[in-house]
């Protein structure tokens, strides 16, 4: 069974474009993250949300905009798509925000701009 | 100074060989501190918490030195399928705001 699931796992498209990427998890876990993978492999917070709540939002450019619709999903919405976005982009789960909890991630989505 | 630093490597060990990893951190208020491991092109995995006691898991042992505000991995008796990248992870922020910080990472190479 899988654990944290994303969607799509590869994504090509061009400047300019607005795309989605969707998560889930089914571990009943309260948090959920968005982090972004470089070129250089450097895994870096985007986002987290606590029970459908925001709660850490590092500098990212507004046009990437999170939605989470109940606890068990996290989406992330990117407008005006720019060739700097392309990465891997991982969304993680962890039963709260503390930070001694394991945090669990899903298998990536490989986001290629042209 | 980077908030979690790691030597890039790669390491390439020979298989049965002991090989070990450091990691500096630079916020003194740190509290929690893992390891995960990353595969080539899949997500990043637990590998172990790191304790202040120092703990073992197998042929893998951690240890923390606060004072020096760095952590090791000790992997012994090395295979094959130890070849990954191992990520130094320190837990930073504010307690209902905690977000983990990743280094980017060792490569290591286990030779045959």
């Known amino acids: 069974d899988t654990a944290v699931s994303q969607t799509p796992k590869y994504l090509v498209t061009q400047m300019g474009n607005d795309k989605s990427i969707k998560c889930e998890q089914n571990l009943g876990h309260d948090t959920m993250y968005w982090y972004k993978q470089d070129s250089k492999k450097f895994l870096k917070i985007m986002f987290s949300?606590?029970?459908?709540?925001?709660?850490i939002n590092e500098t990212v450019p507004n046009r990437f905009s999170p939605k989470s619709p109940d606890k068990a999903h996290l989406n992330l919405h990117i407008n005006s798509l720019e060739l700097g976005d392309s990465a891997v982009y991982f969304c993680a789960s962890s039963q709260d925000t503390a930070g001694n909890y394991e945090q669990y991630f899903g298998p990536g989505t490989r986001l290629t701009v042209t | 100074r980077k908030e979690v630093e790691q030597d890039p490597g790669p390491f390439n060990v020979p298989e049965g060989a002991t090989v070990a990893f450091n990691c500096t951190y630079s916020?003194?208020?740190?509290?929690?501190f893992f390891w995960y491991r990353q595969d080539c092109r899949k997500e990043p995995k637990l590998l172990m918490s790191v304790y202040s006691s120092g703990n073992e898991d197998g042929r893998f042992t951690a240890q923390l030195n606060r004072a020096s505000q760095y952590i090791s991995l000790l992997i012994r008796d090395s295979k094959l399928s130890d070849s990954a990248t191992y990520l130094c992870v320190v837990n930073n922020g504010n307690f209902g705001n905690e977000k983990l910080t990743f280094g980017t990472g060792t490569r290591l190479t286990i030779i045959p």
């Open positions: 949300y606590n029970n459908k709540e925001l709660i």
């Open positions: 916020n003194s208020a740190s509290q929690s």
